[in-house]
């Protein structure tokens, strides 16, 4: 057999594992990640369950609106879960690591602030399936800030609605 031809299969075949091998093990470590993902998810669901939770709904899509420039834009936001407890309606996020369920961490902060702005629902809970804990996270600011507009709006709604019936019923009467 030729030299020339034998390295040039070599050369065809060495290219071939150098393309393949990476893949194959790429797909393996998502394979694993995703098998896990699927183990944690039914974990929470266990814990929100033994935690006197009901799972209402699962991988929850909600619009979420923000402008640019005062122009909206809409993207979706997809939560774990949507629970209910007690009459109160919960967004829940399942999240496993030391890093990815500490609040100080910005990414699971800013993730939960985003439920808690997006969701209309009475809280946000964070699921930690390896510690086998369910938790209410709050954001006091927002709900001192939003508390305060939406009653400051209803006072002057109210004064501006008495204030226009009255002249009317001046002009009226």
């Known amino acids: 057999m030729d030299s020339r031809l034998v390295l040039f299969g070599g050369l065809l075949v060495g290219a071939w594992l150098a393309w393949w091998v990476p893949r194959a093990l790429r797909r393996r470590r998502l394979g694993a990640r995703f098998a896990r ?3 944690l998810e039914a974990d929470a669901a266990r814990l929100l369950a033994r935690a006197g939770y009901t799972v209402l709904a699962t991988q929850v899509t909600a619009p979420c609106v923000v402008s640019r420039d005062g122009q909206p834009l ?9 629970v209910e407890r007690r009459g109160r309606v919960y967004v ?17 902060r800013r ?5 808690a702005v997006t969701y209309e ?6 699921v930690d399936t390896e510690a086998g804990e369910v938790v209410e996270v709050g954001f006091p600011a927002l709900a001192a800030h939003g508390t305060r507009g939406f009653w400051a709006g209803v006072a002057v709604g109210m004064v501006l609605g008495v204030g226009a019936v009255g002249a009317w019923w001046g002009w009226v009467g």
């Open 121 to 126: 629902v009475d809280g946000v809970l964070l």
């Open 111 to 115: 993730q939960l602030l985003e439920y």
């Open 74 to 82: 809409e993207a979706d936001v997809r939560a774990d879960y949507l």
């Open 37 to 39: 993902s699927r183990r």
């Open 92 to 108: 829940a996020e399942a999240k496993s690591g030391p890093r990815a369920t500490d609040l100080r961490d910005r990414a699971t």
